[in-house]
């Protein structure tokens, strides 16, 4: 089992940066893919960005492609680079894990505890 914790969230205007950390601890957290979820109120989870173990692979939903960049360091840490922040990105951000390459929120098993990113216009 891995355990995530996200940090970084916050409150920031429109147009600017915010940038969302990922650490991973637990005997199994090496080959793991992650990603960035979110959720707004009253809406479902949605994928924002996902990385593969080795960091060669990159998946971006399509609103927020050339804004936002994820990338891992070698301790395993998982970030999240978000430029040019609209209102519409304010949400729980939630950083996943899993063993497979997948897009699909249902498939990740390890889930951080979520940070909120406000984005006041």
């Known amino acids: 089992q891995v355990q995530l914790v996200e940090s970084g969230g916050g409150l920031v205007q429109a147009g600017g940066s915010l940038k969302l950390s990922c650490s991973a601890s637990?005997?199994?957290?090496?080959?793991?893919?992650r990603g960035w979820f979110r959720q707004a109120p009253g809406k479902e989870r949605e994928i924002v960005a996902a990385i593969s173990w080795t960091g060669a692979t990159t998946y971006y939903r399509d609103s927020v492609k050339g804004r936002f960049t994820i990338s891992r360091d070698s301790k395993n840490t998982v970030y999240l680079q978000m430029n040019n922040l609209k209102p519409e990105d304010t949400a729980v951000y939630y950083c996943?894990?899993?063993?497979?390459?997948?897009?699909?929120?249902?498939?990740?098993?390890?889930w951080g505890q979520g940070t909120q990113v406000t984005v006041s216009s």
């Open positions: 637990g005997s199994t957290f090496s080959r793991l893919s």
């Open positions: 996943a894990a899993v063993k497979v390459w997948t897009t699909a929120w249902e498939e990740y098993d390890s």
